[in-house]
């Protein structure tokens, strides 16, 4: 079984739609979590880390659920802009990667 | 501001050749990886420098040397390059090791092929 797990996707959704992405952990004494954004053949950008009592970012929420050792994104009102590959982080340090969802908005 | 900055951007190397790869920061961040990413596939950890003259291993460290020559600067190095180091490889700073709050800083990346 791998450390952090996703959905690889893709997700196909058409504009505005609200779209979530779940991420799975093994380790249960994992302190820190995060999504990063990556583009096709691009780097990983930092989107949101994501704190126990939850927190939004605009479009963007993130939550934790610590007892089913799992963190979800979820994004509101998608733009075309949101295409791209969703990669969930567990850790701090040496950091676990997900395999990242891929994310299509379409008009 | 320039961030975290690697060269080359694309190489090619046959196998058995020998290359090193340049990565420098200049937000004066404490830490600096190298990961490398395979299609499809998340970034694994190569090796990593928790502070200025220190480096350890990470998840995939065979074949791989680095150096962290200053605070700036992370190189990683392939003495005998294999098909299966045929890669995207990026290095990433952050301000501490082990309290990663506000992320990691990447390249832009290593497009590196092996034949």
């Known amino acids: 079984r791998k450390e952090v797990e996703q959905d690889p996707g893709p997700f196909n959704v058409p504009e505005g739609a609200t779209v979530a992405f779940n991420c799975t952990y093994s380790?249960?004494?994992?302190?820190?979590f995060f999504w990063y954004r990556q583009d096709c053949r691009k780097e990983p950008k930092l989107l949101m880390s994501v704190y126990s009592s939850g927190n939004e970012d605009g479009r963007f929420t993130a939550q934790l659920n610590r007892a089913s050792q799992y963190i979800s994104l979820l994004i509101r009102d998608s733009k075309l802009s949101d295409s791209a590959t969703y990669l969930c982080v567990v850790g701090a340090g040496k950091s676990t990667f997900g395999d990242g969802t891929t994310l299509t908005v379409k008009p | 501001n320039a961030g975290v900055t690697q060269t080359p951007k694309f190489q090619v190397l046959k196998t058995g050749q020998s290359m090193t790869l340049q990565c420098a920061q200049d937000?004066?961040?404490?830490?600096m990886y190298w990961y490398r990413q395979d299609p499809g596939m998340g970034l694994r950890l190569i090796y990593y420098?928790?502070?200025?003259?220190?480096?350890d291993k990470g998840e995939v460290p065979n074949g791989y040397n680095v150096s962290r020559l200053n605070k700036r600067e992370f190189s990683l190095r392939l003495e005998s390059a294999a098909p299966s180091q045929t890669s995207v490889y990026f290095c990433?700073?952050?301000?501490?090791?082990?309290?990663?709050?506000?992320?990691?800083?990447f390249g832009s990346g290593t497009r590196l092929t092996v034949v």
């Open positions: 937000m004066n961040h404490n830490s």
């Open positions: 380790n249960s004494a994992s302190q820190s």
């Open positions: 420098s928790a502070s200025e003259g220190t480096t």
């Open positions: 990433a700073s952050s301000d501490q090791h082990y309290r990663v709050g506000d992320g990691y800083t």
